[in-house]
T-cell receptor, first 113, second 115 residues
Framework: RKEVEQDPGPFNVPEGATVAFNCTYS??????FFWYRQDCRKEPKLLMSVYSSGNEDGRFTAQLNRASQYISLLIRDSKLSDSATYLCVVNFWGGGGADGLTFGKGTHLIIQP | GAVVSQHPSRVICKSGTSVKIECRSL??????MFWYRQFPKQSLMLMAT?????????EQGVEKDKFLINHASLTLSTLTVTSAHPEDSSFYIC???????????FGPGTRLTVT
């Protein structure tokens, strides 16, 4: 069974603070990992892919730990505009072709002024 | 680049009628399109995967005769909700993936309300 688990929050964080989310996945054959951002009543938008070596994009840093089957997202110097739901997403590349993405339920982040 | 559109963005229909939702990749060819459904406060759930020119693959628990998917070209997939019922009311989102890519690009979604 393919599952992705996240703490739903909400995380209430003051503006300028650093916040981190973790996510665990159950399928050890998972191949690709992503963080998506979803604003209320909108479609998900890709925030960043997560590579084995970790990757950084401005204030955002993503890490992957395959041995423990978790990925993380770190947001530094948080902005009010960072308030959203962050979706941990895993792709399992099956033998007959790729499956769709498996989404966590999301972690709700609220940045407070 | 990588823009996906959906039409309509919002639809209200009566119970028993059918509704067609279109998903288009505007600036790339989508070998695979995916249809998701999201109920309030829930995660997106994959309904089906469609490859251009072949039958869609449905996830367990999704009725293929109720949710008809057609992927006739590399830029268009349609989802038809047949004999809609109030419990089908949801946010339907498509995504598209091009050649040799893991990333999926999402359409803006269609909010379906069945009365």
């Amino acid at each position: 069974r393919k599952e992705v688990e996240q703490d739903p929050g909400p995380f209430n964080v003051p503006e300028g603070a650093t916040v981190a989310f973790n996510c665990t996945y159950s399928n050890s054959a998972s191949q690709s990992f992503f963080w998506y951002r979803q604003d209320c009543r909108k479609e998900p938008k890709l925030l960043m892919s997560v590579y084995s070596s970790g990757n950084e994009d401005g204030r955002f840093t993503a890490q992957l730990n395959r041995a423990s089957q978790y990925i993380s997202l770190l947001i530094r110097d948080s902005k009010l505009s960072d308030s959203a739901t962050y979706l941990c997403v895993v792709n399992f590349w099956g033998g007959g072709g790729a499956d769709g993405l498996t989404f966590g339920k999301g972690t709700h982040l609220i940045i407070q002024p | 680049g990588a823009v996906v559109s959906q039409h309509p963005s919002r639809v209200i229909c009566k119970s028993g009628t059918s509704v067609k939702i279109e998903c288009r990749s505007l600036d790339f060819q989508a070998t695979t399109m995916f249809w998701y459904r999201q109920f309030p406060k829930q995660s997106l759930m994959l309904m089906a995967t469609s490859n251009e020119g072949s039958k869609a693959t449905y996830e367990q628990g999704v009725e293929k005769d109720k949710f008809l998917i057609n992927h006739a070209s590399l830029t268009l997939s349609t989802l038809t909700v047949t004999s809609a019922h109030p419990e089908d009311s949801s946010f339907y989102i498509c995504s598209a993936r091009g050649f040799s890519s893991y990333e999926q690009y999402f359409g803006p979604g269609t909010r379906l309300t069945v009365t």
